[in-house]
């Protein structure tokens, strides 16, 4: 989602007590870790039983995307001020839709093959890397100062990746190759590029476009999005063929038919569960609090893979966890620095025009 925006939430936020508040909190962090945590667990499940289809996999990504409709009809979002600026037309607003959509549907593609060829824990190590591409794009697209603390993220990241990539995975899908384990990790660290740039892009797009950061605009953006990557998804599964397999995969499925649907249909729902807890978050805290916590979750599962499907910690995984850790506390202490800056200025300036009234 968007860095660094605070959403126009006062009108209901400021209606629930402390603890209500913090019940609310911990509900949208509960949907984000474990709706992420459950996807990631789905999808490898989904490979490992005999399902083989990338474009099904990287379909259910988005597919149960009106689930976002409950939050956005139930949910009231604060009015815009009489003096907003107009809003941008509809061939812009469906030109930024389309072209964000599209490029979801590419980043959830590469996930899908990423996820094919390489190990739930080996897969979430080498997403974390997110971070560090969302430091270089914010730097170059939305003008973000690069900090030495910023710069220690990046490199700790990427060596954490590397230290993932040279890892020889024996714990990793049967019938995998050496050459196949390469696309997976080549994938994997492609499609956390694209996701930052996709978060810069969207960020860009607030700014400059919409000029809106309410909360009913964020889901919209979602939504939408979310559509066209649907469409796309479904295209690529007819115009690669894979449709004709569906019926062998759920006949072969090592877990039985039912399991089969059920997987995809859980899967879908894991995602957009997730979703909900990320925008939830967004509108209850601010985007900043939701990109750490949607991070930090990627920690969880490689230690829930090692429960579900006994992937084995080795040292080099351990310490490319280790080092995703520190450079993820890194980059979040700068954010952390930057947020108490920005608020001892405005302090600093309602104190001025306090002053000057008086």
């Not at 593609?109 to 824990?121: E, R, T």
């Not at 007819?238 to 004709?244: D, Y």
């Not at 969880?300 to 040292?315: E, L, R, Y």
Request: proline fraction near 2%; charge should be positive.
């Amino acid at each position: 989602m968007i860095k660094n925006v605070t959403l126009s939430n006062q009108s209901l936020i400021g209606k629930l007590n402390r603890w209500q508040w913090w019940v609310l909190v911990g509900l949208n962090i509960f949907f984000l870790i474990v709706g992420q945590a459950a996807a990631v667990l789905l999808g490898r499940f989904y490979y490992d039983q005999g399902g083989n289809s990338k474009w099904m996999a990287t379909l259910v990504q988005t597919a149960a995307f009106p689930i976002l409709l409950i939050p956005f009809f139930l949910i009231p979002s604060s009015k815009e001020p009489s003096n907003s600026s107009a809003p941008p037309s509809f061939k812009i607003l469906a030109s930024i839709y389309f072209s964000l959509g599209v490029f979801i549907a590419g980043d959830n593609m590469l996930y899908s093959v990423g996820l094919l060829y390489l190990s739930a824990s080996t897969y979430s190590l080498i997403c974390a890397t997110q971070l560090a591409f969302n430091a270089i794009f914010s730097y170059f697209i939305n003008s973000q100062k690069f900090t030495a603390l910023i710069f220690n993220s990046v490199v700790i990241l990427s060596f954490s990746a590397a230290l993932v990539g040279i890892n020889d995975d024996s714990d990793g899908p049967s019938g995998v190759s050496q050459w196949q384990k390469v696309i997976g990790f080549l994938c994997t660290l492609g499609a956390s590029a694209l996701y930052s740039l996709l978060l810069s892009l969207m960020q860009l797009s607030f700014q400059k476009v919409l000029k809106k950061e309410t909360f009913s605009v964020v889901l919209e953006m979602q939504i939408y999005t979310a559509l066209v990557a649907t469409c796309v998804s479904v295209v690529g599964l007819f115009a690669s063929g894979e449709w004709k397999t569906l019926h062998g995969e759920m006949v072969g499925f090592s877990a039985g038919r039912v399991s089969y649907v059920m997987t995809l249909v859980w899967t879908a729902v894991a995602w957009q569960v997730c979703s909900v807890g990320v925008v939830g978050l967004i509108f209850v805290v601010s985007s900043l609090f939701s990109n750490v916590i949607s991070t930090a979750s990627l920690a969880i599962t490689p230690v829930a893979s090692v429960i579900v499907f006994h992937d084995k910690m080795n040292g080099i995984k351990v310490i490319a966890l280790l080092l995703a850790i520190w450079g993820f506390v890194s980059y979040i202490y700068q954010n952390y620095l930057d947020d108490c800056k920005a608020r001892r200025t405005r302090n600093n300036d309602s104190e001025s025009q306090t002053g000057s009234l008086s």
